[in-house]
């Protein structure tokens, strides 16, 4: 996975990489005010990790293989939880 040249604010930023479900899926309510329901959930997550820092230079990471049929997305955000500066999908 390549990552261009750029601004990084602060002088660096996270890379993620989130292992998805693209759609739509039903998930049956077992607790709460919505037990017994099934309700829509979309592109739910099931893996977040942390690939890596990115300073503002070109910069290539290695990918883990995907696996489980999840679909991939790959995200540079600003340090602290801070907005996306990039994202990317499959």
Do not use: C, F
Not at 30 to 54: F, I, K, M, Y
Not at 59 to 72: K, M
Request: hydrophobic share 45%; no cysteine; charged share 10%.
């Amino acid at each position: 996975m390549s990552i261009g040249a750029g601004t990084a604010p602060g002088g660096a930023a996270d890379v993620w990489l989130v292992r998805y479900t693209k759609g739509v899926v039903e998930v049956p309510v077992a607790r709460g005010e919505n037990t017994g329901r099934t309700l829509p959930h979309a592109n739910v997550v099931h893996s977040l990790q942390r690939l890596g820092r990115w300073n503002g230079k070109a910069a290539t990471l290695p990918l883990p293989a995907a696996g489980g049929g999840l679909s991939t997305a790959v995200l540079v955000q600003a340090p602290g939880g801070g907005p996306i500066l990039a994202a990317a999908a499959d």
